[in-house]
Protein backbone atom coordinates (compact mmCIF):
# COMPACT_ATOMS: atom_id res chain seq x y z
CA UNK A 1 0.00 0.00 0.00
CA UNK A 2 3.03 2.55 0.48
CA UNK A 3 4.36 1.69 -2.76
CA UNK A 4 0.58 2.55 -4.17
CA UNK A 5 0.95 5.81 -2.57
CA UNK A 6 4.35 6.56 -3.18
CA UNK A 7 3.24 6.37 -7.04
CA UNK A 8 0.28 8.46 -6.45
CA UNK A 9 2.28 11.27 -4.84
CA UNK A 10 4.96 11.17 -7.67
CA UNK A 11 2.31 11.54 -10.30
CA UNK A 12 0.48 14.44 -8.26
CA UNK A 13 4.09 16.21 -8.16
CA UNK A 14 4.99 15.50 -11.85
CA UNK A 15 0.68 16.88 -12.04
CA UNK A 16 0.88 19.86 -10.36
CA UNK A 17 4.82 20.91 -12.22
CA UNK A 18 3.05 20.62 -15.88
CA UNK A 19 -0.01 22.80 -14.71
CA UNK A 20 2.11 25.22 -14.04
CA UNK A 21 4.36 25.15 -16.75
CA UNK A 22 1.00 25.22 -18.92
CA UNK A 23 -0.41 27.62 -16.55
CA UNK A 24 2.23 29.93 -17.02
CA UNK A 25 2.12 30.30 -21.09
CA UNK A 26 -0.88 32.58 -20.16
CA UNK A 27 -0.28 36.41 -20.79
CA UNK A 28 -1.79 37.04 -17.46
CA UNK A 29 0.82 34.94 -15.48
CA UNK A 30 3.67 36.27 -18.02
CA UNK A 31 2.99 39.89 -15.52
CA UNK A 32 4.03 40.55 -12.51
CA UNK A 33 0.96 39.60 -10.49
CA UNK A 34 1.10 36.34 -11.94
CA UNK A 35 4.16 35.71 -11.55
CA UNK A 36 3.95 36.77 -7.95
CA UNK A 37 0.72 34.78 -7.70
CA UNK A 38 2.64 31.41 -9.00
CA UNK A 39 5.49 32.18 -6.57
CA UNK A 40 3.15 32.76 -3.72
CA UNK A 41 1.36 29.42 -4.63
CA UNK A 42 4.62 27.50 -5.02
CA UNK A 43 5.67 28.84 -1.97
CA UNK A 44 2.75 27.54 -0.16
CA UNK A 45 2.38 24.34 -1.24
CA UNK A 46 6.09 23.69 0.11
CA UNK A 47 5.34 24.91 3.39
CA UNK A 48 2.51 23.21 3.64
CA UNK A 49 4.75 19.98 3.14
CA UNK A 50 7.34 21.07 5.33
CA UNK A 51 4.36 21.38 7.95
CA UNK A 52 2.01 19.42 7.78
CA UNK A 53 3.83 16.66 5.35
CA UNK A 54 4.48 14.09 8.89
CA UNK A 55 0.97 14.24 9.31
CA UNK A 56 -1.22 11.32 8.26
CA UNK A 57 -5.09 11.97 8.30
CA UNK A 58 -5.86 8.37 7.81
CA UNK A 59 -4.89 6.91 11.54
CA UNK A 60 -7.23 6.68 14.23
CA UNK A 61 -5.86 8.18 17.45
CA UNK A 62 -4.25 5.53 19.51
CA UNK A 63 -6.43 4.09 22.55
CA UNK A 64 -5.21 4.49 26.29
CA UNK A 65 -3.41 0.96 26.80
CA UNK A 66 -3.83 -0.53 30.01
CA UNK A 67 -0.14 -0.96 32.10
CA UNK A 68 1.17 -4.17 32.12
CA UNK A 69 1.05 -5.76 35.89
CA UNK A 70 4.29 -7.79 34.92
CA UNK A 71 6.35 -4.43 34.31
CA UNK A 72 5.61 -2.26 37.53
Request: glycine letters at 8%; charged letters at 15%.
Given at each position: ?14 G ?41 F ?15
Amino acid sequence: MNTLYSILYMLAVIGLLLASVVLSETLYLRSPSGVLLLFGLGLFMSLGFLLFGHIRFDEQPCEERDENPLRS
